[in-house]
């Protein structure tokens, strides 16, 4: 729980960094020394001769020391990007070791016959996921999307899924079906797959819970 | 005798009086603290990322924040049985269809415990904003909802920028300036 708080923390120092208010105010900093800087170093050279093409030498300047600045807070942002993809990955890895592992997926082949609405999962009695698809994501899936529905920790043993479809089937109809797996958890990561295709000899949809191996 | 009653009641009395304000007092500090509490949190909330969800529509549709990065959303929880709710609604649904051009969304979320009491109240009321259904009180307390109705704007890039729950009938200039505002970022 504390690592989680830990890790929680960061990724949201991490965000901070990312939101457009802070980088604004990053730049405007930035901005406001450089020119400052480059306003020092500019009024010897004005001073001296009036005629010659004094004025174009700072505007120069300014302008690559802008350009540096830029491309100086695209590093920042490319690195604080990767140190949250860092942050996450461990904060799965701390959370769900291999050992106990288990992730569950959604699948979804063709879909003439059934549009998803939401999957609920119960694993040994105990519901650990419900999730409502929008209208982009069930589209998503019939393009050939997974999505991770339950990513949890289970011990070693003998264990049964029970997974609940809800959606709307032919002609519009409520439809509601479920799915069962009797699973054997070992030691090493568990993938599961619930997969729904079309049945076409009998214009229904299946619902296939899988093991991946 | 008379004396000692006349004692014996103004003993009474006293000790009914000091608890009497004892009480007033405790239940004022109870509702200051309640109000200042809360306005704190929502004062933590502006400023923050919305936090996401998905709930059903009453249209059917399942309906997620996220999918709305890009406009200015106002989320407005109301419940049937509010008053302030019934005013405010018409007048954002007027909102709705003004600026719906421009990138602004409204999501009513409804906290009814009663499904059908808040699918009648909403075909009453017959806006044209979208229309979600929280009867698990699941979103609520992410966004700390105190007294009705509250409305979160949240910008283009789904922060929270402002929070309103003090709505009062023909003084809706505030949330047109600040919607300006966030439209225009």
């Known amino acids: 729980m504390r690592v989680r708080?830990?890790?929680a923390?960061?990724?949201?120092c991490t965000q901070l960094w990312l939101s457009p208010l802070w980088r604004a105010t990053l730049v405007t900093l930035l901005v406001l020394s450089a020119?400052?800087?480059?306003a020092g170093e500019a009024t010897p050279p004005a001073n001296a001769a009036a005629a010659t093409p004094a004025p174009a030498a700072p505007e120069t300047g300014a302008s690559r020391d802008f350009k540096s600045l830029d491309q100086d807070v695209q590093s920042l942002k490319t690195e604080v990007v990767e140190l949250n993809k860092d942050l996450f990955v461990l904060e799965e890895e701390?959370?769900?070791p291999a050992n106990t592992q288990i992730a569950v997926f959604v699948s979804l082949d063709v879909g003439d016959f059934f549009a998803v609405d939401s999957v609920t999962l119960k694993i040994d009695d105990n519901e650990v996921a419900n999730y409502l698809y929008t209208q982009r994501e069930a589209e998503a899936l019939m393009r050939g999307g997974v999505h991770r529905v339950y990513l949890g920790n289970l011990k070693v043993g003998k264990h049964e899924l029970v997974a609940f479809f809800t959606g709307k089937g032919t002609?519009?109809?409520d439809y509601k079906r479920g799915a069962t797996l009797t699973f054997e958890k070992g030691i090493g990561a568990k993938y599961l797959e619930l997969k729904i295709s079309d049945r076409v000899r009998k214009l229904q949809p299946e619902f296939i819970v899988k093991e991946w191996e | 005798m008379v004396r000692m009653d006349s004692f014996r009641i103004s003993l009474g009395a006293r000790p009914t009086r000091t608890l009497r304000t004892c009480l007033r007092t405790a239940a004022a500090i109870f509702l200051a603290s309640s109000v200042l509490g809360t306005t704190a949190a929502r004062a933590d909330l502006a400023g923050s990322t919305a936090p996401d969800f998905v709930l059903k529509s009453l249209a059917g549709a399942?309906?997620?924040?996220s999918e709305y990065l890009g406009e200015v959303v106002m989320l407005n929880f109301w419940a049937s049985w509010c008053g302030s709710c019934r005013q405010e609604m018409p007048q954002l649904d007027r909102l709705y269809a003004t600026y719906r051009s421009a990138g602004f969304v409204v999501l009513g979320i409804n906290v009814d415990d009663d499904v059908a009491r808040a699918m009648d109240m909403a075909r009453a009321l017959n806006v044209s904003y979208p229309m979600v259904l929280d009867p698990r009180k699941s979103v609520a307390p992410k966004y700390r909802l105190g007294e009705l109705p509250m409305s979160v704007l949240i910008d283009r890039s789904g922060i929270v920028r402002f929070v309103h729950s003090d709505y009062q009938a023909g003084k809706e200039q505030p949330y047109v300036a600040e919607l300006r505002r966030l439209l225009n970022e």
Do not use: D
Not at chain 1, 9 to 12: E, N, Q, V
Not at chain 1, 35 to 38: D, M, R
Not at chain 2, 62 to 65: S, T
């Open chain 1, 9 to 12: 923390g960061l990724r949201r």
């Open chain 1, 171 to 173: 002609h519009e109809r």
């Open chain 1, 5 to 7: 708080n830990v890790l």
């Open chain 1, 94 to 96: 701390l959370l769900f």
């Open chain 2, 62 to 65: 399942n309906l997620r924040l």
């Open chain 1, 35 to 38: 020119s400052g800087a480059s």
